[in-house]
Each structure stands twice: as C-alpha cells, then as structure tokens.
C-alpha cells in the first residue's frame, strides 16, 4: 500500500523567513502533486512533478522531486502572511489513476 | 468552464436517513473521483469512475455507501442509512486522463455533511 508521509504537520513562520515542508512516500510512483487549500474551502493545485529531479517555482513557492529518495519538497521563500493555508502532496498510485494523500501542513505565518 | 459543481453545500441530517451527495465534473473530464475529509483521517478516497465505470471502490467504507455515474455530467453518492461517523466533508474532483493534462484533480467545493 502506498503511505505519504508529510512534516512537520504544523508550522508557524514568521514573515520575511524561509521553511521547506518535506513528503515522503513509500513505493514508486511518476506523478507527484501538491495542492492547497484554505480554511473552509476547496483543494487548489499548485504543482505537478513528473520526473526525477523536476523542478517547479510559482512565486514564493519552489517544488522539487527526488524520486530515487522517494521524496518531494515544498519551499517557501520569504514568506508572507497570504501563503497561510493547508498544503497537501498527494501520490499517484502506480496501478491508476488514484492519488494517496498525506496528512496536510498546517501552514501559519505571522508577522 | 464553471468546475466541478457539488450539491448540496451543506447537509444537516438525522442518524438513520438517506443522503445523497451530488457531483457535476468539469465538461470533458473522463474521471471522477470522491473523497472524504475528516481531522482524524484526512482525505480518503471513497471511489473512483472513468467514462462512467466505477474503477476501484476499494475505499468505499460498507455497504450503507454506494455511488452511481449514470452519465458524463453527472454522479452521486448515497449514504443509507447515514451514522454520525459520516459526518465529514465530502469532494468531488474530475480530471482528464491525457498525458498532456497530467491528471491533475480539480476539485469541488465540498459537501459539508453533518449526521445528528
């Protein structure tokens, strides 16, 4: 069976600083994604890693893939208080179409 | 496109009724997907369709659950009779299965059910 393990599960950041949330996985897998999602409302899609060492940057967030590790990373850069929200990485399974879901960061940034 | 639509938006309803969930994909979208999202167990896939054939409903709790695609623009999912247990907030997503379209999910708003 296919876990997703992400850390930490909370996280409070002051503005202006940097963090990376980690996800791991347990088998291999050719997709890897990330979503977000505020408080009260939908999952939004942020990211979609298809290779090893994918790379990809939407302003203040930076997602990567290692895919001999089994790991992706979410960074954050300078980070500000509207990046506050629930970040999700999700695993494609290799047997369809489904996706496995980790817990979810809690992200919090203060000022 | 509008998204996926889900109706109802909110649900309050007594142990024992029948509940009925209801999806609108994204127009073109060859895969649906419910999931349910709780505090303790996070987001759970409960089934999946492609083309309108239930694909893997391995997640899908007991039998009380079952879901239906009688067509590309429309799926259901029916709880009966409902238990507190299920109170949760359920989504549906749709994607399309191309390469180029990476399957990536776009999800609906939420079913926000709560079972007294």
């Known amino acids: 069976e296919l876990k997703v393990e992400q850390n930490p599960l909370f996280l409070s950041m002051q503005e202006g600083k940097n963090y990376t949330i980690y996800c791991n996985y347990s088998?291999?897998?050719?997709?890897l994604y990330w979503y977000r999602q505020d408080p009260g409302k939908s999952l939004e899609s942020l990211f979609v890693?298809?290779?090893?060492?994918a790379v990809k940057q939407e302003g203040r967030l930076m997602a990567s893939l290692d895919t001999k590790a089994r790991l992706s990373t979410l960074h954050i850069t300078a980070a500000v208080h509207d990046l506050s929200a629930t970040y999700f990485c999700?695993?494609?399974?290799?047997?369809?179409?489904?996706?496995?879901f980790g817990k979810g960061t809690s992200l919090l940034v203060t000022p | 496109d509008a998204g996926v639509i889900q109706s109802p938006r909110h649900e309050v309803t007594e142990m024992g009724q029948e509940v009925t969930l209801r999806c609108k994909p994204i127009?073109?979208?060859?895969?649906l997907f419910w999931y349910r999202q709780t505090m303790m167990r996070g987001l759970e896939l409960l089934i999946y369709?492609?083309?309108?054939?239930?694909?893997?409903d391995s997640g899908m709790p007991e039998d009380r659950f079952s879901a239906k695609m009688p067509n590309a623009s429309f799926s259901t999912l029916k709880i009966q009779p409902s238990e507190p247990r299920d109170s949760a907030v359920y989504f549906c997503?749709?994607?399309?299965?191309?390469?180029?379209?990476?399957?990536?999910?776009?999800f609906g708003a939420g079913t926000r059910l709560s079972v007294l």
């Open positions: 997503a749709s994607s399309l299965g191309t390469l180029l379209a990476k399957n990536i999910q776009y």
């Open positions: 088998t291999t897998s050719d997709r």
């Open positions: 890693l298809l290779s090893n060492g």
């Open positions: 999700a695993v494609k399974t290799n047997s369809g179409y489904a996706l496995n």
């Open positions: 127009s073109g979208h060859d895969y």
């Open positions: 369709f492609n083309n309108n054939v239930p694909i893997d």
